[in-house]
């Protein structure tokens, strides 16, 4: 009988210690970075192709950067939605401004934009939005 019950003793170790190696360690998701593309076309200027509003996640590292080669960017919000601004790129050299820290649901629209060292005209109808993590 004490046979029965150390094979059985035993059989239950083996099948904790089989179920425990294989178990594979899981990292946490990175978050994703969002790239906001800059493009200057004779004063007309456009953020991922778009001359509006776009969507930015809240948590996930934004990353500025020029669909061309760029010598110089600067973005300027009329209310920073970063932990710090302007977003500025002396030598063209993508920045990474971090995730927002702005408030989700809230836009926060350009007060200037200048590419290349030409400012963008109209930079107030475009912007970003923050929101919330999916």
């Not at 906001?36 to 778009?50: A, D, H, R, V």
């Not at 590292?61 to 009329?78: E, R």
Request: with cysteine.
């Amino acid at each position: 009988m004490a046979s029965r019950y150390s094979w059985l003793a035993l059989a239950v170790l083996a099948a904790f210690l089989v179920g425990l190696t294989s178990c594979q360690h899981v990292r946490a998701a990175q978050p994703v970075t969002q790239y906001i593309s800059l493009n200057y076309n004779n004063g007309s200027c456009q953020q991922n192709g778009s001359s509006g509003v776009i969507d930015i996640v809240q948590n996930q590292p934004v990353v500025f950067k020029g669909t061309t080669s760029l010598n110089q960017f600067q973005a300027q919000f009329t209310t920073c939605p970063f932990s710090s601004c302007p977003v500025n790129s002396p030598n063209g050299s993508p920045v990474n401004m971090g995730p927002p820290t702005g408030t989700v649901g809230t836009t926060y629209n350009y007060s200037s934009i200048t590419i290349n060292n030409q400012p963008c005209n109209g930079p107030g109808s475009m912007g970003l939005r923050v929101k919330g993590a999916p």
